[in-house]
């Protein structure tokens, strides 16, 4: 049973465009979102997070919303970047904090030039 | 500031062969985590040590798999014997503390033939 889901395994944008990317929960426990960034052969890095009692998060570029009542979120990359191509991870966690994370599937963006 | 260090980063083994891998964990960080990442999907967290304590290994297949983390610095799982499911890429992460970022190291690529 996947408590979290990317449903899109892909996303193709141009650069300069904005990136938006898409997860799903299905546990009502969880209150902690956060998203990686992996590029090949390396592992995940932290980008950017949001807690249930907060609907965004802006760092630079990047933007996290949050939907409780739908239970999802996405991020939203403005402007896109070539260098923003990795695959993106949702995560969520239930003790309010980036601890004991389950993970979605990712997406893999690649921004054309 | 030094990241995490993991070794080998690649291993070929055939089944029922076992296998261990390491983990050197960002200096100072008092929490260890080792997931399991199959391909085409997102990491499952498999153990989490807080210093050298198991804080959380529920989804850790204990029949075959051990993990170790001897005073609280560097780690070492192992799969005993291994079977062909077992095909993955295993990942290391620590952070400062319990409920801190996790910062994540390249991952061990591990094919079971």
């Known amino acids: 049973d996947q408590q979290v889901k990317q449903n899109s395994p892909s996303l193709s944008v141009q650069e300069g465009r904005i990136s938006i990317l898409n997860c799903d929960y299905t546990?009502?426990?969880?209150?902690?979102f956060l998203w990686y960034k992996k590029y090949p052969a390396e592992g995940p890095t932290f980008l950017i997070s949001?807690?249930?009692?907060?609907d965004k998060n802006e760092d630079g570029r990047f933007t996290v919303f949050l939907n409780k009542s739908a239970k999802h979120l996405s991020l939203h990359i403005v402007p896109s970047q070539p260098g923003d191509s990795a695959v993106y991870f949702c995560a969520a966690s239930a003790d309010n904090a980036g601890n004991m994370l389950t993970f979605g599937g990712g997406t893999r963006l690649m921004v054309k030039p | 500031e030094a990241g995490v260090a993991q070794s080998p980063r690649y291993k070929i083994i055939e089944k029922r062969q076992s296998v261990a891998f390491w983990c050197n964990p960002i200096s100072g960080h008092a929490t260890l985590y080792w997931y399991q990442q199959i391909l085409g999907q997102g990491p499952k967290l498999l153990i989490q040590f807080q210093n050298n304590g198991v804080v959380d290994d529920s989804q850790l297949p204990k029949d075959r798999f051990s993990a170790e983390r001897l005073k609280g610095v560097d780690s070492t799982l192992k799969i005993q014997p291994a079977k062909l499911e077992d095909s993955a890429v295993y990942l290391c992460?620590?952070?400062?503390?319990?409920?801190?970022?996790?910062?994540f190291g390249p991952g061990t690529r591990l094919l079971v033939l």
């Open positions: 546990n009502s426990m969880f209150d902690y």
């Open positions: 992460a620590s952070s400062l503390y319990y409920q801190e970022t996790q910062y």
């Open positions: 949001i807690s249930s009692i907060k």
